[in-house]
């Protein structure tokens, strides 16, 4: 029989490899499904909705195929409960359900498996996949554009105001970034306040620092709040793996 010591200690082990200054990684094995998408956002009552404990998509379809995270075929469907007559996900956009993460190293795989021009919007030189940031709404965050139809990789912040749905961008940073699609390509970006005067961001892709940019509040307020994480895809059809998400100090 376990002892009440030891039995309060299993708890508190568990309790901290639960909590928030471990990795976030998100589930993606199993069996080919769909993980959830914006029908389940939008009708948050529904009995027949697809939900998920890690994600919240806003628009479009997250699915599991083969063990990776994938936004199937996107198109300009509105998804019903199971997204079987369409995915929607010509408009991606999805954040972690958890909002603590402040400093953070996140860690991801993506392939580009292609770019559509018939879509809910048409084509534009962003189209591509990018990553959140401190979301504290659409229209407040940090924004990391990994693969642009324009082959550059940029790092922007969004503030409410504007006509940009809600928010108006400035950018912070940018380099050339040619887009390898159908190759797996692996990331790490982070980002960390230095009190309150300067938020660095920086991507890698193994040992090559891609690129760097600070935010010093020239260009509007910084974004000093905890916040989601998250994926945004625009015309593109992709998948990722290996999505972590590491507390930094």
């Not at 890690?54 to 997204?83: M, Y």
């Not at 956009?93 to 580009?112: E, G, K, P, W």
């Not at 015309?235 to 590491?246: A, I, M, P, T």
Request: hydrophobic share 40%; glycine share 10%; with cysteine.
């Amino acid at each position: 029989m376990i002892s009440r010591r030891a039995f309060v200690g299993v708890v508190l082990a568990v309790a901290a490899c639960s909590g928030p200054d471990h990795e976030f990684v998100p589930a993606l094995s199993g069996r080919d499904r769909l993980v959830t998408n914006e029908y389940a956002h939008w009708n948050p009552h529904a009995a027949d909705a697809v939900r998920s404990s890690d994600w919240d998509v806003t628009s479009g379809s997250l699915f599991v195929r083969d063990g990776f995270g994938w936004s199937g075929v996107p198109d300009a469907a509105t998804p019903n409960a199971t997204s079987s007559a369409g995915t929607g996900s010509s408009v991606f956009r999805m954040t972690t359900r958890r909002h603590d993460f402040l400093n953070v190293a996140v860690r991801l795989q993506i392939r580009d498996l292609r770019l559509i021009g018939d879509g809910r919007f048409p084509p534009a030189a962003t189209d591509g996949i990018h990553l959140f940031l401190r979301w504290q709404s659409p229209a407040q965050l940090y924004i990391v554009s990994l693969n642009r139809r324009d082959g550059t990789l940029v790092i922007k912040k969004k503030l409410r105001g504007g006509t940009e749905n809600g928010g108006t961008y400035a950018t912070l940073g940018q380099t050339s970034y040619p887009v390898r699609y159908g190759v797996w390509q692996p990331f790490e970006v982070q980002i960390i306040s230095s009190g309150s005067s300067l938020v660095t961001i920086i991507v890698r892709q193994g040992d090559r620092e891609l690129v760097r940019a600070v935010d010093d509040g020239g260009s509007g307020l910084m974004i000093l709040q905890p916040g989601s994480v998250g994926i945004r895809g625009d015309n593109c059809e992709f998948e990722f793996r290996d999505f972590s998400v590491r507390q930094l100090a």
